[in-house]
């Protein structure tokens, strides 16, 4: 048993190990969204349900010694592939640059599919047969001992991937060098793989044709309704899963930890399920069940805001619960042996529907996160059914007890049914893509000191402007006069009219409603970076809520696409743009994403610099204390960091900003020390924290906070 166990643990070792490894490829060149992991995983998923087809198609058609040979030459052609990869790519999974995104969102989902296809599809696919296969032959060989312990086991092997790579693998290894391990136990699987067909070989002769792999002969296929409750279980607990992982991401980063969290308690309940069948008790996780929706509703109207531990609790005991009840009865229907090649068939199909449902289909027909609640409402309705059926022994206390349950999960379902409306009247629009969901809400209305229209990206105010006419080209939220961004555009107008040519040119990765726009003057030019089509579409005055880009006196331009990209290819034909002032203000949400605040992008941003022209790094978040990473970029750089703080007053929300200039005296100039914002210039001492990110090696553990911030 020693080989199939080592063979198996290692294979679910090293198929979710290398999930993130693929996601971390992904983002910087996707939009760094999660959007990007939920078509990774549908990617995935798809790989899983081709592997366990042909592991079903091969266990009942071919008889043992063709298994064996088959599978044989298909190790061989991943292994060659792989290494051809590591000399061609340096890398036996690194993508190569040509599938960095256009930004056309409607062939995103699609370009990265065939990303994943390409540099890591053929050894993803040989791997994923592993579990069905290996359990089909150990039945074979072992007839009369049951291969579901081996399901566990790889389960298991599958979870420490998961666990490890946040905290021991992503914080020591580079991106290359976590490919090249990835490369050399590939190889060692590919040898206990070989060690496992050998030991099919030689039984081959010993079992009697026509007989059942278990030994027992049963032939007899489960019914149509089993197949359907197999398939829709295991659907519904996919869901709830992905549509976990975007709820925590979107408000914090999208990145292998807020991946791994939700896909680790996943595969603990299948680990759980499957190795033993008392691990699963209605009694304890229908109430579990119950107790975590309600954590959820409470999350729901607590918003970002509420601590980032809360959130991991109520989020993360639901899918356990979730999960726990779907895997669960799941279990509790499993066929004989016999027939588990196309149980976890099935299975594996029903993980392609909900990944198919939550990628392609949801951001279609909802346009809010409203598979959320429907998965974990479906949920508790998989835990209500069989409550509603009474047991042959049931006494009065089992029955009132049974009530109350059926009565509790009734009320859940309800309380999240009534989640999923929005009758919040304040909203105007709302609009849902790759990117998240948009938001467009009317505010203060009858009061022309408050009357405005404010954007909403998820949960989080990315801008608003005034209604009243003779207010409306004034500049607000994270944007005023007297932010960092601000008075760094005030102060390279006061040296540059000093110089006699007052004229600027503002870069700004983000648009949001183009608030920084009311910053410029009438011979400035302002070039905003954006990747969301809805954004760009609504602070270009669809409907007629925002209008800071016509009102302004300035030139503005807008390059749509992800911004590191476009900059890249602007560099690359010889246009690099002399900005005075580079703002970097693209949170997700309340996320941010990575790629654009690492050493290479940071880099970058300073090729497209003027001379003497400063970063003006946009850091508030209400999860995340970035001034580390900022204030490592300046020490890097050779550039001087000043932080800029403003507090909500009036039209100005709470923000902080990070002004990296050449020039040590640029932030003590008379724009920063007239303002009543707090300006703090930032020692790069030697003592001081400092996590510089770079795209080979970046991890949001470090820069977690332990309590959340503000912002609006």
């Not at 009061?447 to 954007?455: A, I, K, V, Y």
Request: include cysteine; charge should be positive.
């Amino acid at each position: 048993m020693a080989r199939y166990a080592f063979t198996l643990f290692l294979s679910a070792f090293l198929l979710f190990g290398v999930q993130p490894l693929a996601g971390r490829y992904a983002l910087p060149w996707f939009g760094g969204t999660p959007a990007v992991w939920t078509a990774c995983m549908l990617f995935f998923q798809g790989a899983l349900l081709a592997g366990y087809a042909y592991a079903h198609a091969s266990a009942t058609r071919l008889p043992p010694r063709r298994q064996v040979q088959v599978h044989l030459g298909l190790l061989v052609l991943a292994v060659g592939a792989l290494g051809a990869r590591a000399l061609m790519m340096g890398s036996p999974v690194a993508p190569g640059p040509e599938w960095r995104s256009t930004g056309t969102e409607a062939l995103l989902t699609g370009r990265l599919l065939a990303m994943l296809a390409v540099s890591l599809g053929f050894p993803f696919f040989v791997l994923s047969t592993t579990a069905p296969l290996l359990q089909s032959w150990f039945s074979r060989a072992r007839p009369g001992v049951s291969p579901y312990r081996l399901y566990a086991l790889s389960n298991a092997g599958s979870l420490l991937a998961l666990l490890g790579y946040p905290f021991l693998i992503e914080p020591a290894l580079s991106r290359s060098a976590q490919g090249r391990v990835w490369g050399v136990g590939f190889l060692i699987f590919a040898a206990g793989c070989a060690a496992c067909a050998w030991d099919v070989w030689k039984r081959a002769e010993e079992t009697p044709p026509g007989q059942a792999p278990d030994g027992s002969g049963d032939s007899r296929r489960p019914d149509p309704w089993h197949s359907l409750a197999w398939l829709g279980l295991s659907a519904c607990a996919s869901v709830l899963l992905l549509a976990t992982t975007n709820q925590l991401s979107r408000d914090v980063a999208a990145g292998p930890f807020l991946w791994v969290l939700p896909l680790g308690i996943y595969l603990l309940t299948f680990i759980l399920t499957f190795e033993r069948e008392a691990f699963y008790r209605r009694a304890v996780w229908v109430p579990l069940l119950i107790v975590s929706v309600g954590g959820v509703l409470r999350a729901f109207f607590e918003g970002p805001h509420w601590p980032l531990s809360f959130q991991l609790l109520a989020y993360g005991g639901a899918l356990l619960a979730g999960c726990m009840v779907c895997h669960g009865e799941l279990y509790r229907l499993r066929p004989a042996p016999r027939h588990l090649s196309a149980f976890y068939l099935l299975v594996s199909a029903g993980g392609v529907l909900g990944g198919v449902f939550v990628g392609l289909v949801a951001p279609h027909v909802f346009n809010t996160y409203s598979e959320y609640p429907l998965a974990l409402a479906a949920s508790c309705v998989v835990a209500l059914v069989p409550l509603l059926s009474p047991s042959p022994h049931e006494g009065v206390l089992g029955r009132l007890g049974r009530m109350a349950r059926v009565f509790l999960l009734a009320s859940a379902v309800m309380g999240l049914g009534v989640s999923l409306l929005d009758i919040r009247r304040e909203v105007r629009v709302t609009v849902r893509n790759f990117f998240g969901v948009v938001q467009v809400l009317e505010l203060g209305v009858g009061d022309p000191e408050q009357h405005l229209f404010s954007l909403k990206h998820g949960t989080t105010t990315h801008g608003f402007q005034l209604a009243e006419p003779s207010r409306r080209s004034r500049p607000t939220a994270y944007f005023t006069a007297d932010s960092g961004l601000g008075l760094a555009i005030a102060e390279q107008r006061r040296l540059h009219e000093a110089s006699g040519s007052p004229a600027l040119r503002i870069g700004v990765l983000g648009l949001g409603v183009g608030t920084s726009a009311a910053l410029a003057q009438a011979a400035d030019t302002v070039r905003f970076y954006e990747i969301n089509p809805a954004v760009i579409s609504l602070a270009q005055g669809e409907g007629g809520y925002f209008s800071y880009l016509r009102d302004t006196p300035a030139r503005v331009e807008v390059v749509r696409g992800d911004a590191r990209i476009s900059l890249e290819q602007e560099l690359e034909r010889g246009e690099a743009r002399g900005f005075d002032v580079l703002a970097l203000d693209v949170f997700s949400s309340d996320a941010i994403p990575m790629h654009l605040l690492t050493r290479e992008a940071v880099a970058l941003y300073r090729a497209h610099l003027a001379p003497r022209g400063v970063l003006a790094l946009h850091i508030s978040s209400s999860h995340l204390d970035l001034q580390p990473v900022a204030l490592a970029h300046a020490r890097d750089s050779g550039m001087h960091a000043t932080l800029v703080i403003n507090k909500s007053q009036g039209d100005r929300l709470r923000s902080a900003w990070v002004i990296l200039a050449p020039d040590a005296g640029f932030s003590q100039g008379p724009s920063f020390s007239s303002t009543a914002a707090r300006v703090y210039p930032l020692e790069a001492r030697d003592e001081a924290p400092l996590i510089l990110w770079t795209d080979e090696h970046h991890s949001v553990l470090s820069v977690l906070r332990r309590e959340p911030r503000e912002r609006e």
